[in-house]
């Protein structure tokens, strides 16, 4: 009986040992996709077509403070309506103000590149918006340092700093300036969120995860049905490994802390079908800002949508929410 209870032992903690490693796999070690499959993806279904890839994009890229590059396009806005007039003797001239135009930008989800945000961008471009959108390090045309790892935010809001501070430099008139992410995208603009210091007027959510802890565990209950004897000890020693191979703490990764530190109006939107982020993350995160009277915090709903496909499901009411939201926020345009 001893020897039975042993090896039973054995297994248990073997199992442990196995999911825990299983899930830091799938969370860290992920296979990203081409910018060649990323664009015909997004063409097949109908996010963009080719006469919006054939406009006057502008590549560059800007310097991560985390030893990278970071790879950008930018769509200058064609409506004249944005260009002010200068008053007579401001700057020595009058005449027109180039560059006023809003601008916003774009943020993508894990394993995926910049054209994934085409399908979010084509709205503000047609109201008159300068677009920029970057590949994440490690996606499309981004560089990745050596044993390159995503971190869902934790460095990569420092990447989106950086592209924030070089469209403040590029277009320094502009008549704001917003960042819209979606999946990983969208947690990682929240954790930006309270370091903006000012620099952006706002942020929109697109199913955004609440906690990396929480995405975990749900993805374990939900998606691959591991249980509770253990999940709940293989989760706490998933934690542990990141400490010791990556150097930060899994619960570090936090919009739904960081989202409550500053008061940057947000708008969250998420799909009620989707069961990669349950939809609950957002609302517990719009309530929490509510409660905790965050600042301006909307949220917008969207029957039918699953992962990432609310501005597809229901465009219009989309483009009312977003735009809505922005004119709300910003007191302009």
Request: aromatic share 14%; glycine share 10%.
């Amino acid at each position: 009986m001893s020897v039975f209870l042993l090896c039973c032992a054995i297994l248990y903690v073997l199992n442990i040992i196995i999911f825990a490693i299983y899930t830091y796999r799938q969370a860290f070690c992920w296979k990203n996709q081409t910018l060649d499959y990323t664009r015909n993806h997004g063409l097949s279904n109908g996010d963009f077509d080719q006469a919006y890839l054939d406009q006057p994009w502008q590549e560059f890229e800007v310097q991560s403070p985390n030893g990278y590059m970071i790879a950008c396009v930018a769509l200058e806005a064609q409506n004249a309506a944005w260009k002010r007039e200068q008053p007579e003797g401001e700057a020595g001239h009058g005449g027109p103000q180039q560059g006023s135009a809003p601008v916003a930008v774009f943020v993508h989800g894990i394993g995926w590149t910049r054209y994934g945000m085409f399908k979010y961008m084509k709205h503000f471009t047609a109201r008159g918006w300068t677009v920029v959108a970057l590949d994440l390090p490690g996606h499309g045309k981004s560089e990745a340092p050596r044993h390159y790892y995503p971190t869902f935010g934790h460095n990569e809001k420092h990447d989106v700093a950086a592209v924030v501070d070089y469209v403040r430099t590029k277009w320094p008139n502009a008549e704001k300036i917003g960042l819209l992410g979606e999946s990983m995208g969208a947690g990682t603009a929240l954790e930006y969120a309270p370091l903006a210091d000012g620099k952006i007027d706002f942020v929109i959510a697109d199913c955004p995860f609440e906690s990396l802890v929480g995405e975990v565990d749900y993805l374990m209950r939900e998606k691959r049905w591991i249980p509770d004897i253990v999940q709940v000890p293989a989760l706490w020693l998933f934690e542990l490994i990141p400490r010791f191979t990556k150097g930060f703490w899994v619960k570090s990764i936090s919009p739904k802390n960081d989202i409550v530190s500053c008061v940057l109006p947000v708008l969250f939107v998420h799909g009620l079908e989707d069961t990669w982020v349950p939809y609950i993350w957002s609302l517990r995160m719009y309530d929490l800002r509510k409660t905790k009277g965050c600042g301006q915090t909307e949220i917008f709903l969207v029957p039918g949508a699953r992962h990432t496909g609310s501005v597809r499901v229901d465009p219009e009411g989309w483009n009312r929410a977003v735009f809505g939201f922005i004119d709300r926020a910003c007191q302009v345009g």
